[in-house]
């Protein structure tokens, strides 16, 4: 089956950042087999009405199954130990995350994310869900050391991972197992020793939650007189398997051992900046050549799983903190969501770009709505003018999922209603418990 997007703008996002004005592309079955070429023979013509098209983008840090935690507790401090954690093990269930990983997989495709990295519990169902919604995804089950939802002990989720990884390596085109000890401050040495056996073992990916939260940072100075980073690496935690996320409190020495030993940075900069925490230093991460993605966080922290309404945070917080209007054009800011998403998840050979070869994964922004007018350069458009409701179609692997702004294989508001079903002892606990903070 060939199809051929015509009429639009090819925004590329490939090593030389080409954009192509009326190119157009075609898919064949799951690859893009050719930019630009109207003459190959194809079975169906898609009319791309003007607009953008662009590689998938590729959200680097979320938590599925966080849906039901949406718009709770927003302001409050030291919220992730006072609330979150104490809600999530009394009312989260398999059922309950898995119904959310359906929602957040629809809300992603039609906000043009076509690949996630996560990490939560009960990532065997979550690989299901995601499988239905045929949305392409990496998946870590988190480790914490506290019995949790998904374990009557604490590590449970070393054991979980080895099954879950086992089960879900090289079997599905669209699924990717991973390991995800929580962070550094919410395990042992000894069970980050053990996250990354298994990442090595196996080959998959380590999400980690690293230099985050101020307590953590004041923990390993006064504990180790050591940054969280220098710790890492003092256990051999620091490898090409690490996606660390936030890395908010990183020195220019952390940077330098991260890069030494190929790790790469999920950025959540709307996660960061909602809860205060700080605006990491993006420039020079990028100036070390570490792999950088940006990261939507949890519907949480978040709030929102695009990456539409990070594009523009990333510009405005870098610029401000560095009092630099110069600093990070908007050219540079869409690869992160794309490219540099797919290097960050050692996927750079099959997504990431509008390049032959690679997976047809691929998001067409329509350029009719109001705020897309006038448009001289695409690349300011998509990151300070577009928003996840321009988003016209999606296709992921070839298949089409976001068709008009709906979508296709699926019914939003059936998903809605089996979430809500699904939630009625959850919002009763969080509803209590939110009157205490
Ligand atoms: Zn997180």
New binding site residues.
């Given amino acids: 089956m060939r199809t051929r997007i015509e009429n639009v703008t090819l925004v590329t996002t490939d090593e030389a950042n080409h954009l192509y004005p009326q190119g157009c592309l075609v898919i064949e079955d799951d690859t893009i087999l050719a930019l630009n070429d109207f003459d190959l023979e194809v079975d169906e013509v898609i009319d791309g009405k003007q607009g953008l098209l662009l590689p998938g983008m590729i959200n680097t840090?979320?938590?599925l199954g966080m849906i039901p935690f949406r718009s709770l507790g927003d302001d409050c401090p030291d919220r992730l130990r006072r609330f979150l954690f104490p809600l999530e093990n009394a009312a989260m269930t398999r059922e309950l995350a898995q119904a959310s990983a359906r929602y957040a997989a629809a809300e992603m495709m039609l906000g043009g994310v076509t690949t996630v990295f996560d990490?939560y519990y009960f990532e065997d169902a979550l690989a299901e869900a995601m499988s239905e919604m045929n949305m392409r995804a990496v998946l870590a089950e988190t480790i914490v050391d506290f019995a949790n939802c998904d374990s009557n002990e604490p590590y449970g989720g070393l054991a979980i991972s080895e099954q879950f990884i086992a089960q879900w390596k090289n079997r599905h085109p669209l699924i990717t197992p991973a390991i995800g000890p929580h962070a550094t401050n919410t395990n042992s040495a000894e069970a980050l020793k053990q996250a990354q056996a298994i990442a090595e073992r196996y080959d998959v990916l380590l999400s980690l939650?690293a230099a985050?939260m101020d307590y953590e940072m004041e923990m390993f100075r006064k504990e180790k007189n050591q940054t969280p980073i220098e710790y890492l690496e003092s256990i051999g935690l620091l490898s090409p398997h690490l996606v660390a996320?936030?890395c908010i409190h990183v020195h220019d020495q952390d940077l330098r051992l991260m890069a030494q030993h190929g790790c790469r940075i999920a950025h959540?900069i709307g996660?960061n900046t909602k809860a205060g925490k700080g605006v990491a230093p993006l420039k020079k991460m990028i100036e070390q050549g570490i792999p950088v993605g940006l990261?939507s966080?949890?519907a949480s922290?978040g709030n929102t799983l695009d990456l539409f309404s990070q594009l523009p945070l990333v510009g405005k917080a870098h610029k401000t903190a560095n009092h630099d209007r110069s600093l990070f054009p908007a050219k540079e800011i869409l690869p992160l969501a794309t490219l540099g998403g797919a290097r960050v998840l050692n996927l750079e050979n099959q997504i990431g770009s509008l390049t032959p070869g690679k997976k047809a994964d691929l998001v067409l922004v329509e350029t009719q709505s109001v705020n897309m007018y006038p448009i001289y350069d695409p690349f300011s458009v998509l990151v300070y003018s577009a928003n996840a409701s321009n988003v016209d179609s999606v296709w992921v692997n070839g298949v089409q999922t976001v068709k008009h702004k709906q979508l296709v294989r699926h019914d939003l508001r059936a998903l809605r209603a089996d979430l809500e079903a699904k939630m009625q002892v959850f919002k009763a606990e969080a509803l209590r418990r939110s009157e205490d903070l």
């Fill in positions: 840090h979320c938590h990490m939650h985050e996320a936030h959540c996660s990261g966080d949890g922290s």
